[in-house]
Structures are given as structure tokens and as C-alpha cells.
């Protein structure tokens, strides 16, 4: 088994007057259950127009399985964002530089399906799975 | 305004021969409301952690803070994670659902925090 441990860290010195704010989880990255590391991963970088959407999608089967997702919007544009969601749920946006990391779970059907729109100007972002067992990507792509 | 520095780590040695070892941060302007991190007993009920209807675009940190207990975070009812015991999240919510949390079982305590655009 690999040891895969991800760090968050938030801070801001100016948020509460007279609080810094210093916010720190760390986590080694486990296969359903607790006791097993992670021992795939899958990187890749891509590149989309407004309007078009990426999607990574868990073969079916594939239930509750423990993995993780890492997206960080690469594109220098400010004003350029992309949508990250499941399926056809948009949860939430990426400017650039941004980035999420998130559990990915398929216990429904819907949440099998990650997908990524950019919604204005072409973004470029990146990606990581870390993938729990018996890991399948069924779709990658517009 | 304030200003947010977010920040992910993730590190592994031993998966491939090439070692993963890298760093993300960003900057992000906080103009609207804060909770600072807080902690809540969940239960296997339903508990809206966050309501749609109170914030705009906002940036959500989570973490289980039990040894054992899983819970799961969904939005709406269509879409949802599992976070497993002392694992967290970190993603931007454009609150067009609300963020409802529920315990896999028992009263695990779970860490939160938003910051709203």
C-alpha cells in the first residue's frame, strides 16, 4: 500500500481583526475503510472552451468507493472560470488559481459523473485521482 | 475585504518511482460573511449545515473529526459526498443548493468553516 497524505492549510491575517485565522487538516488518503492506502492515482491537465465540458466518470459497480479528487483552474485570465459538479448538479466555480479537493464517492448514480464547464474564456486546469481499489475511468472527456 | 491564502499539500513516496510532491495556494478576496471554524454534533438525521438562501458564492472547508464514523455531505438531493473518519474537503459552493450533512451513524463532531465571496 503507498502512503498519500494531503495537507490543507487556510490562513488570513486580516479576516477578524486581532484573530489570525490558521486552519490546519492533514489526512493520509485510505481505501474504503481506514486502514488501507491508496495505491493509484491518475494526473492530467486539459484544456476546454466556454461552454464545453469535461467529464471523469466512475464505472458503474464501482459503489462506494473511497476516492479522491484534486482540480485547480491553470488558466491566468482572472476573469476565466470553470464549474465544477456532479453530473448534471453544478456545485460550484473555479477562477484561475483556484483549486478544490474533494472525497469522490459514487453511492448514487449521479455522483458517479464528475463533469467541468468552462464558462467563460478557454481554461486550462489540472487533475489528480487517488483512486481506491477496483478504480475504472469510464469517461474522460468533453 | 480580506484576503484568504488556501493551500493543499499532497505528498506521496511510495505509489510510482516518479514521487508525487507538490503545492497549490491561492489567493482569495473575502467580502461578505465568515464562519470561522466551528464545530457540530451530527446525527443520522438531515442537518442543513448551509442554507442556498443565505450566501452567494462562498468557499466550504470540512473535516470529520472522528476516528471511526463516516458522514456525508450532499447537495441537494441529487449529488453528495462521503467524508470518512479525519478526512476534509475544501471546494467553492455557489450556493444553488443547500449543503446537508448527515452522520453514517452515532454523533460524529464535524469541523466547518465558509467564507463568502
Known amino acids: ?142 | 475585504m480580506a484576503t484568504l491564502t488556501p493551500t493543499l499539500s499532497l505528498v506521496c513516496t511510495d505509489a510510482t518511482s516518479d514521487e508525487l510532491n507538490f503545492s497549490v495556494t491561492d489567493t482569495l478576496n473575502i467580502a461578505q460573511k465568515v464562519i470561522a471554524p466551528s464545530k457540530v454534533k451530527l446525527s443520522t438525521g438531515d442537518l442543513t449545515l448551509f442554507a442556498s438562501s443565505a450566501y452567494s458564492r462562498s468557499y466550504v472547508y470540512l473535516k470529520n473529526m472522528d476516528d471511526t464514523i463516516a458522514m456525508d455531505v450532499d447537495f441537494g438531493s441529487t449529488a453528495s459526498f462521503n467524508i470518512a473518519a479525519g478526512e476534509f474537503a475544501f471546494f467553492p459552493w455557489h450556493a444553488s443548493q443547500n449543503i446537508v450533512v448527515t452522520a453514517d451513524s452515532g454523533t460524529p463532531y464535524l469541523e466547518y468553516a465558509i467564507f463568502e465571496a
Open chain 1, 1 to 142: 500500500m503507498a502512503t498519500t497524505t494531503a495537507t490543507v492549510s487556510i490562513s488570513s491575517s486580516d479576516l477578524m481583526p486581532g484573530s489570525p485565522l490558521n486552519i490546519s487538516a492533514s489526512s493520509t488518503l485510505m481505501k474504503t475503510g481506514i486502514t488501507t492506502g491508496m495505491e493509484l492515482m491518475e494526473m492530467g491537465n486539459h484544456s476546454i472552451a466556454t461552454g464545453t465540458e469535461f467529464a471523469l466518470s466512475l464505472a458503474k459497480g464501482d459503489v462506494n468507493g473511497a476516492h479522491w479528487l484534486y482540480i485547480a483552474n491553470t488558466s491566468t485570465d482572472s476573469t476565466y472560470y470553470i464549474e465544477w459538479g456532479y453530473h448534471d448538479t453544478m456545485i460550484g466555480p473555479l477562477y484561475s488559481g483556484d483549486w478544490m479537493f474533494v472525497p469522490w464517492n459514487n453511492a448514487v448514480a449521479d455522483d458517479s459523473e464528475i463533469e467541468v464547464e468552462a464558462k467563460i474564456g478557454t481554461n486550462t486546469f489540472e487533475y489528480a485521482i487517488f483512486k481506491g481499489g477496483s478504480w475504472t475511468l469510464a469517461t474522460a472527456g468533453a
